[in-house]
C-alpha cells in the first residue's frame, strides 16, 4: 500500500491510504461510508452535528520558543504548551491507525511569487472532498513533484477529555507554527479547516510583504479590482458575486506590490434563505462536486428547503470557483482601486454607504465592528454587536497594528477609494433590501457615487451620499428612516460610544489623527 509518505507524521497502520481523488470518486467513498446522502441537483449533503459553525473558545496556539514573541496572545491567541500539544498529537496518531485516512495536497494563494502548499489529511471523505474543492489544486506535475509547507490533520471522530489534555471541550482547533502542523479534532464544521489555513497564511505572508485581506475580491471589464472586508454573514460572498464582474475570490486574499490574489480555489457560502433570484450564483453552484452543510432537504423529493434553519442557521455550501460563470479562474487581479468594509449594525444608525477618508479608513478597518449573527459561531443565537479587529481577528495570529500598517500603506500608495456599507439593519427594524445594497455598491465601484453631493453624519463623522441610482433617497440617511428621533438619538450616541470605548480600550496607542478620526461619544 502506498502511504505517500504520511509515516514521517506517525501515521501507520492505517486501513487504506487515498491521495487526491477526484470529486466523484470523493462523494462514493462518502456515500459508502454513509458520511452523507445526495440532492436533487447531486450536491453531497451531511450533517456535522454539535458543532455548525467556529468554535472560536476552543482554538490555540503552541507557545513555542520560535514564536513565543511574535504571537499577540490574549482572549483570541490563547497559548497550549509544546509539551500538551505533542501528547494530544500522539493520541490522535494513534486514533487514525486502523482507519482509512485521505489526504489532499493543494496550494493556498493564486501569485506563484507566494504560494504556500498544504496537506491535508482527513479522517472523512466528505471533508477531503471540501477540501478539495475550496484550496487550489495541483497539476498532475505539481502534484508529482509536491512538498508540503504545512499539514493539517482533521480527525472530527476523536473527541477531546479536557481534563486530560487542557482543552475546554472535546473539540480542538491548535496551530503549532514552528512544526507546522494543525490539529484539528472533535468537530465536523469543515470551515475550521478552512480558517486554519487562513491563519497560517496570516501568519507568513507579512513576512513576504503581502498584506493578508479576510475579504472578497472581484474585478471589473477595465481590469479595476475591488476588495470587500467583513465578518461572516455581512455579505462578503453575495456581494463579490456580481454577475457585471469577475470573481476573484469570496473570502480570503493577499494584497502585494502588483496583485490582488485569491488564497483559495472555492467558495464557502451561506446557504440560509438562499434563493434563485437574489443570489443566482451561489444557488446554481450546489450541484455534483459541492458539500452541503446543514440544509434540511425532503427525504423523498431531494429538494432543499433553504429557509429552515432547524439544523442550523449557519447552513453552508462549498464549492470550486469555476461553479460561478464569470469567476476569474486565475485567482488574481490588479491593484484594488476600492475597498469596501462592510459590516452588519444591529443599532440600525450607520448609514448603508458612506466614504472614508484615510484616517478614517484606519479607524474602522481596526475597529471591524459588526453584529456577529446567529449561528456563526457556536452559542450566538440573535444580532450580538461586537468588534473584531481588521475585520478578522479570530485568524490573526500577529498584533493588530501590523495588519493596520500594511493596510494603511497600501491605500496611501494607491490612492484606492473606502467606503464603510452597512448590510445590517435600518431605522424600521429591518436589514436593508439586497437589491438596494447592490446598487449602492456598483455605483461606488463604477464611481457613479462620487457624483452625489455628500453630508457629514453627526454622529460618525464619515462622508454620507444624499443620492444614488437606484436607492431612495431617504434610505441613505440614517435619521429619515426613524420615526422616533430621540429614540434615533440615543441609539447613534450608544453605538458612538460603544466605538470611543473600544478604541480608547484596545488602540490608545494609535496616532491622535487616527483616534481623532472616530465617531463622537457626545
Known amino acids: 500500500m502506498n502511504t505517500y509518505g504520511i509515516e514521517k507524521l506517525g501515521i501507520i497502520n492505517t486501513a487504506e491510504v487515498y491521495r487526491n481523488l477526484t470529486p ?45 514573541d511574535e504571537i499577540a496572545w490574549g482572549k483570541v491567541n490563547k497559548p497550549m504548551t ?79 477529555i479536557p481534563e486530560r489534555d487542557g482543552t475546554r471541550s472535546e473539540a480542538c482547533i491548535v496551530i503549532d507554527y514552528e512544526k507546522k502542523i494543525v490539529l484539528i479534532v472533535g468537530s465536523q464544521y469543515s470551515g475550521e479547516i478552512k480558517k486554519s489555513v487562513f491563519s497560517v497564511m496570516n501568519y507568513v505572508l507579512p513576512k513576504m510583504g503581502v498584506f493578508p485581506m479576510h475579504c472578497s475580491a472581484n474585478i471589473g471589464v477595465d481590469g479595476d479590482s475591488a476588495v470587500f472586508f467583513g465578518l461572516s454573514g455581512t455579505g462578503k460572498t453575495t456581494l463579490s458575486a456580481d454577475p457585471n464582474r469577475k470573481l476573484i475570490g469570496d473570502d480570503e486574499h493577499g494584497w502585494s506590490d502588483d496583485s490582488v490574489f485569491n488564497f483559495e480555489g472555492g467558495c464557502y457560502a451561506k446557504c440560509i434563505n438562499l434563493s434563485a433570484e437574489n443570489e443566482p450564483d451561489i444557488y446554481n453552484a450546489i450541484k455534483f462536486g459541492a458539500l452541503v452543510e446543514n440544509v434540511v432537504m425532503d427525504p423523498e423529493t431531494r429538494e432543499f428547503d433553504f429557509d429552515d434553519d432547524s439544523l442550523a ?34 443599532f440600525g444608525v450607520l448609514p448603508p454607504i458612506s466614504k472614508l477618508d484615510n484616517n478614517q479608513a484606519m479607524y474602522y478597518f481596526v475597529s471591524g465592528f459588526t453584529s456577529k449573527l446567529a449561528g456563526t459561531e457556536i452559542g450566538v443565537k440573535e444580532p450580538v454587536p461586537t468588534f473584531s479587529t481588521c475585520f478578522g481577528e479570530p485568524f490573526l495570529p500577529l498584533s493588530p497594528a501590523k495588519y493596520a500598517a500594511m493596510l494603511s500603506e497600501k491605500v496611501a500608495k494607491t490612492g484606492a477609494s473606502v467606503y464603510l456599507v452597512n448590510t445590517g439593519w435600518n431605522g424600521t427594524g429591518e436589514r436593508t433590501k439586497l437589491k438596494y445594497t447592490r446598487a449602492m455598491v456598483s455605483a461606488a465601484l463604477n464611481g457613479e457615487l462620487l457624483k452625489s453631493e455628500f453630508v457629514t453624519d453627526p454622529y460618525f463623522g464619515v462622508s454620507v451620499p444624499t443620492t444614488c441610482p437606484g436607492v431612495p433617497d431617504e434610505l441613505l440617511i440614517p435619521a429619515k428612516m426613524w420615526q422616533d428621533q430621540e429614540a434615533y438619538k440615543e441609539a447613534a450616541k450608544k453605538l458612538s460610544k460603544m466605538f470611543v470605548d473600544n478604541f480608547a480600550e484596545k488602540y490608545s496607542d494609535m496616532p491622535a489623527e487616527v483616534i481623532a478620526a472616530g465617531p463622537k461619544a457626545e
Open 24 to 68: 466523484a470518486q470523493l462523494v462514493e467513498h462518502a456515500l459508502q461510508r454513509g458520511e452523507g446522502t445526495l440532492s436533487n441537483t447531486g450536491a453531497l449533503v451531511v450533517k456535522t452535528g454539535k458543532y455548525t459553525g467556529r468554535s472560536a473558545n476552543d482554538k490555540f496556539i503552541v507557545d513555542s520558543e520560535g514564536v513565543h
Open 82 to 160: 509544546q509539551e500538551r500539544f505533542d501528547a494530544l498529537y500522539e493520541k490522535v496518531i494513534a486514533y487514525l491507525q486502523n482507519k482509512e485516512v485521505f489526504i489532499f495536497d493543494g496550494f493556498a494563494g493564486a501569485d506563484p511569487k507566494y504560494t504556500k502548499s498544504f496537506r491535508i489529511i482527513n479522517e472523512l471523505a466528505s471533508q477531503n472532498l471540501f477540501i478539495h474543492q475550496l484550496l487550489r489544486r495541483p497539476t498532475a506535475e505539481q502534484l508529482e513533484n509536491f512538498s508540503e509547507d504545512y499539514t493539517i490533520i482533521a480527525a472530527p471522530g476523536f473527541k477531546c
Open 313 to 346: 442557521v449557519n447552513s453552508r455550501v462549498g464549492y470550486p470557483v469555476e461553479y460561478i460563470s464569470n469567476a476569474e479562474e486565475s485567482g488574481m487581479g490588479g491593484i484594488p482601486k476600492t475597498v469596501i468594509f462592510l459590516t452588519a449594525d444591529a
